[in-house]
């Protein structure tokens, strides 16, 4: 009789240490079913809104919403933030034959490029923290989940859905980089041919040239200047996107997952 307790005691012990894994995978799998309609528009490319946030609360994707929520949120403040910024310093309206024909113009310049560099060095120092705070809270999710829910690979790919955000965000600053590079670069030519350059006044004033090098420099400048504006304006749009792209990839995985784990 004793022994037959015992067994049945060791049975139970037995029993109940596996017990809060396969719970816990029991639970994310009826999560994963009952929120299939959430992750449709996730993977549809939709960011998580309030709704999302009440339908996952309490329930295992919970951190997981809650860290797309924030990355989102926070990428789009920093980024409005510098467009203020921006369009505050108004480097466009400052870039005329007047100010690059003169040294004081070519200064007050330098100083809107400082302000400039000052303002992009803030974003990308926050959108790093973004992108850290959510690399973080998807491993953390990840470590926390049912170790034998999901395979090796749809972990690394979970972990690396974030890349697509993170390489667009870099193009962007490449390109804010480049021009701001590019006006100094002219502003420093034009420093050092002060004496062959000067202001034009007619119908439209313009610079004149006194050697036709610098002229097709000043021309290919303005030239290159206007393609980087074009990529930047194409930048930014997808910089604002990066939350659903990076949305869409999870909820597809998400929906793999729970086809995988039925």
Do not use: C
Not at 63 to 84: E, G, S
Not at 180 to 190: E, G, I
């Amino acid at each position: 009789m004793g022994l037959g307790i015992g067994l049945v005691l060791l049975s139970a012990l037995l029993w109940l240490e596996r017990d809060p894994e396969a719970g816990r995978a029991e639970a994310l799998v009826q999560d994963l079913h009952r929120l299939e309609p959430m992750l449709a528009r996730l993977k549809q490319g939709e960011t998580p809104d309030a709704a999302m946030l009440a339908q996952s609360k309490d329930t295992a994707l919970a951190p997981l919403v809650v860290a797309l929520a924030d990355a989102h949120r926070q990428r789009q403040q920093a980024l409005r933030a510098y467009q203020a910024q921006i369009e505050s310093v108004g480097l466009g309206d400052w870039l005329t034959p007047e100010n690059l024909a003169s040294a004081d113009g070519r200064q007050r310049i330098r100083q809107r490029l400082v302000q400039l560099e000052v303002a992009l060095e803030a974003l990308m120092r926050q959108d790093g923290d973004v992108q850290s705070r959510l690399d973080e809270s998807v491993a953390r999710w990840l470590q926390d989940s049912p170790s034998q829910w999901g395979s090796e690979p749809w972990r690394r790919d979970l972990l690396a859905a974030s890349a697509g955000a993170a390489q667009v965000m870099s193009r962007f600053f490449g390109v804010e980089r480049d021009l701001v590079a590019r006006v100094r670069d002219l502003l420093t030519h034009l420093d050092g041919i002060a004496d062959s350059v000067a202001l034009e006044n007619g119908e439209q004033q313009e610079l004149v040239f006194a050697r036709e090098a610098d002229l097709e420099r000043y021309r290919d400048t303005l030239m290159k200047l206007g393609e980087l504006g074009r990529r930047e304006a194409d930048l930014l749009a997808q910089a604002q996107q990066v939350g659903g792209q990076h949305a869409r990839r999870v909820g597809d995985l998400l929906l793999a997952s729970r086809a995988q784990n039925p």
